[in-house]
């Protein structure tokens, strides 16, 4: 009973108040400002072909983007392909002179890939890997001759021998790269050897003696980094 007299009382209390409420409704609740849609990042320009718009210092291969093939006659037959999967380079570039830039290559000789685990194994031995691991190229002049393109001419040494090298180069391009916001630049280079000059006999003639060989590679600044130099080639052992 004492249950069903407190509901009753509550039920009466609503019914009472529901006029003032009807004459005093809630304030409603205003609407929650518009939410400012995010600005949408602005791009980098795009790369430019002129160099001189690049800041002067030490660029870095990027490693992940970059590539070092060669082909070389077989049989008569084609042009087999290989190519290294380890090689580092670094550039010291001034854009006002090409006197003043430079470009030093090394590549790791046992990296060597050309999808066939027999061969490999020979070209390690041909050259002479376990020795002189280590080939390395130092421009020594570099020359331009057109808008983006150069004659760099320059050292390289594999086995223990040095006989110069010429490379075509093309500037590819500079601009802020968009995911590190570094200066960076790209370049391409080509060129073809003797492999006969550094004592690399073997299959001659049967298996070319010219060697074609392609490089291509973007490279960031690195502020403060020094001057690239390539390691120089082991003397052989006594």
Partial sequence: MFGLRLSILALISILAAAPALAANPPMPVPPAPPTAA????????????????????????????????????????????????????????????EAKSSIGVSIDMASVDTHNTKLEGELRDWFKAAQFPTATFKSTKITRTGPTTYDVEGDFTMLGVTHPVRLAVTFQGYGQHPMSKKPTLGFSAAGTLKRSLWGILQGLPMVGDDVTFQFDAEFNKADGAAVPEPAPAPKPAK
Avoid: C
């Avoid at 670094?90 to 002179?97: R, V």
């Fill in 38 to 97: 995010p600005q949408a990042q602005q791009p980098p320009p795009p790369p430019t072909t002129d160099i001189a718009a690049a800041p002067a210092g030490t660029y870095v291969m990027d490693e992940s983007h970059a590539g070092l093939n060669f082909r070389v006659n077989h049989l008569g037959f084609s042009l087999y392909h290989g190519r290294f999967n380890k090689f580092d380079a670094k550039i010291n570039l001034d854009p006002t002179s």
